[in-house]
């Protein structure tokens, strides 16, 4: 089900009328598609935020502009503000819900796997899984469970199970998670033998020599 949000056009696209829509908490976008013509908007910047936190990255997007023209949107790119962390630009692409799509959804960890119960280190290089699938069947994150991985094993692309809504895409070589043996602890310094005095090679021999030497003198 897509979730709706309103959108004002923008007619007008000097720089002082979209920092005065920033301003007032809104950001500048465009809507486009295939065979589509661009148009210019501005949404809640919040509301768009609040969406794509609660919704994903990949949600439908019931996208009213002016409350007349509505299009299913999905959020294909936005601009950060790096110094003042704001939403300062988006991107909205109308996709036919009828048509298979490319995305990459969010891959996270279901459970505790038993190696990291013994002192397995768990690493999941795969944060993101390629996939194709009509818009309204996309699903907001792929689960997988790890409980019953030991240390020494590990999940494949190729170990998922396949679904009838997608088409994993991924290479299916790619590991996404593994339980790897726990880091072995550097062999700590013999403390107790540190501060002895080191052994003078030769010392021994020295001193004979020297007191042999005295005698020859005393002959």
Known sequence: MAITLKANQRKELKQSVTRELRNEGNVPGVVYGKDKEPV?????????????????????????????STVNVMLHEYQIDPLKDELIHADFYIVNMSEEMDVEVPVHLDGEAAGAKEGGVVQQPLYDLSIRAKPGDIPDEILVDISELNIGDSIMVSDLKASRKYEITEDENTTIVSVTPPEEMPEEPDLDNADAEPERVGEDNDGEESEENEKNEDN
């Not at 509301?47 to 002016?66: F, M, Y």
């Open 40 to 68: 210019n908007v501005s949404v809640n910047s919040l509301e768009l935020l609040k969406t794509v936190r609660d919704e994903g990255k990949n949600a439908i997007i019931s996208l009213d502009i002016d409350e007349g």
